[in-house]
């Protein structure tokens, strides 16, 4: 008997939810987009949420919005999705692995205390399968935190949501996620400040100035399955 890996369930409520935003004609970044924002906002708790392409372009966007650029320094897991080391590397910066705990296969605490320098600017935590990491202690180290809920989006640690411990969480909608867009990303968070610093990067229409920003939107069709 062979078992499916992550296999998506779409059926026709979201067959129904794409339908209509066609026969709408509002297929790009619209309403769905906004609602959608809302609804995942609102069900970690977070005052704001950016929906994106993809969970890559969210992380990109974040650190991004948070001035990390050449010579700056983000410690990630040893082990974990590639994305991560891909946005630390779009900004210019660096990454710095730290060990991963062998109960858990989340980041080590303890090991991200070892990698800290006076060029460190951040800390991305995913929650690894599903598994929360050691959340509480990683935030009390006292560096922004960007919690990676991509694979544990509806998790909770201490009876409190995952995704709502860090400055910022960003969440992946790929094929194999929690819950799908096909493609997808999102970046929630409390600070409207980083809120905004977020959509304005997120993309370059109808701008006063020439500021690089980027194509990282998601469409109504995408959002309306979400």
């Given at each position: 008997?062979?078992i499916?890996?992550?296999?998506?369930f779409?059926?026709?409520?979201e067959?129904?939810?794409?339908r209509e935003v066609?026969?709408?004609?509002?297929?790009?970044?619209?309403?769905?987009?906004?609602?959608?924002e809302?609804?995942?906002?609102?069900?970690?708790?977070?005052?704001?949420?950016v929906?994106?392409?993809s969970?890559?372009?969210?992380?990109h966007?974040?650190?991004?919005?948070?001035?990390?650029g050449?010579?700056?320094?983000?410690?990630?897991?040893?082990?974990?999705?590639?994305a991560?080391l891909n946005?630390?590397?779009?900004?210019?910066?660096?990454?710095?692995y730290?060990?991963?705990?062998?109960?858990?296969?989340?980041?080590?605490?303890?090991?991200i205390?070892?990698?800290?320098?006076?060029?460190?600017?951040?800390?991305?935590?995913?929650?690894?399968?599903?598994?929360?990491?050691?959340?509480?202690?990683?935030v009390?180290?006292?560096?922004?935190?960007?919690?990676?809920?991509?694979?544990?989006?509806?998790?909770?640690?201490?009876?409190?949501?995952?995704?709502?411990?860090?400055?910022v969480?960003v969440?992946?909608f790929y094929?194999t996620?929690?819950?799908?867009?096909?493609?997808?990303?999102?970046?929630?968070?409390?600070?409207?400040?980083?809120?905004?610093?977020v959509?304005?990067?997120?993309?370059?229409?109808?701008?006063?100035?020439?500021?690089?920003?980027?194509?990282?939107?998601?469409?109504?069709?995408?959002?309306?399955?979400?």
């Open positions: 008997m062979r499916t890996h992550s296999k998506p779409i059926g026709e409520k067959a129904e939810a794409v066609i026969l709408s004609g509002q297929i790009a970044q619209g309403k769905k987009v906004k609602e959608f809302d609804i995942m906002s609102e069900f970690l708790n977070l005052k704001g949420g929906a994106c392409s969970g890559t372009s969210a992380l966007l974040v650190l991004k919005a948070m001035d990390i050449p010579d700056d320094e983000v410690i990630i897991p040893s082990y974990t999705c590639t991560l946005a630390v590397r779009y900004t210019g910066a660096h990454p710095v730290a060990d991963i705990s062998s109960h858990n296969l989340n980041i080590n605490p303890d090991d205390k070892n990698r800290i320098t006076s060029k460190t600017r951040a800390i991305i935590v995913p929650h690894m399968f599903g598994y929360p990491a050691e959340i509480e202690r990683i009390n180290i006292g560096l922004p935190v960007i919690e990676d809920c991509a694979q544990a989006l509806g998790g909770t640690y201490n009876n409190r949501p995952l995704g709502s411990f860090g400055k969480t969440l992946s094929a996620k929690i819950i799908t867009t096909g493609e997808g990303g999102m970046v929630l968070s409390d600070s409207i400040d980083l809120i905004d610093k959509k304005d990067l997120r993309d370059y229409d109808k701008r006063g100035d020439t500021k690089l920003r980027y194509n990282y939107k998601m469409t109504d069709i995408q959002a309306a399955i979400g």
